[in-house]
């Protein structure tokens, strides 16, 4: 592994950092093919710990929380995920990894980042807006690239911004395996691509609630049926007192009606609202989808005690990523849940 590395971080001498904001403009690609470049190189980012590059990515653990994307408030890095404020510039770090499996050497290219709606399936390039581009060399080894968003839209009527990002990796040398309408698909083939669906959610103990979106797509040219499937990768929500309620609105919610009302783990409570019994292991069943749709579902946490560590909570839209095809992962959120009184 090589020692040249290029951090685009505040007060570092090999900075270069460029914000082009290109609304929903055409996204164009750089073609070619892998079999016939004598140059090749290949830079990739990571789908998830342990992600080493390989085409398509074997692994079955979602793909859609890469570790190599951070979200943060200034350009002196942070830690972990921070909130993204209306208005305000937030500063995304990228990790390029030069080690791949398909070539090495220095490789020049240009990361772009992009901005979806915070939730499960979408539509590659229709919902996506492109915010930022970096032109950079990827050295063997790391490199991180810092790409700020100025002026972080409001993303509908819930408090706050949520987003999904997703890094396209664009480089002469290292061209893209395949892209599709499906992001998600886009995201396995090509280690070019990754997707970073993190919403960090600070929840005061007592409250009435912190509120987040998820937005639900639909890939394919018919309707779909769908589920929400929750999951709780590490310390349960259960034990700071907490609860999680599911909004579906009026149209969801009859459709979820209209197709049996099915579920594991959960309750209808009045109105539109579904409560989640067990945070690990609940699923809404059988949620209509209809082409190009996003509808929103809102999701309220609560807790009654304050906890030392971030508490996990994991949402995962299941359909048919094509028509006709097996209910299977097409895309979700990690909400990371800080709870803390006042």
Known sequence: MGTSRLRLALGVALTAVLAV????????????SRAALSNRTDAYTRDQVGDNGTESNPSTVPVWASPDIRVCQTALGCAADQPLIVGSTAYIFVTLNNAGPYGSGPSSGTLNVYSTLLGGAATW?????QFGSVAVTAYPGVTTVTVPWVNVPDDGPLPGAHFCLLTRWVSPTDPMTSEGPNAIANTIANNNISWHNVDPINVSVGNVGTQSPFHLGNVTATATLNDLAFGQPGRRLETVGGTIIVDLGPALFQRWQQNGAKGTAIRAIGGTRIQVLDPGKARISGVTV?????PQVALTFTATQAASEIIPITVTQFGPGKAGAAPTDIGGVEYRLTVGRG
């Open 21 to 32: 904001s290109l609304g929903g403009a055409a996204l164009a690609d750089n073609g070619g």
């Open 125 to 129: 390039s229709s919902q996506f807006t």
């Open 290 to 294: 209809n082409p190009g749709e996003r």
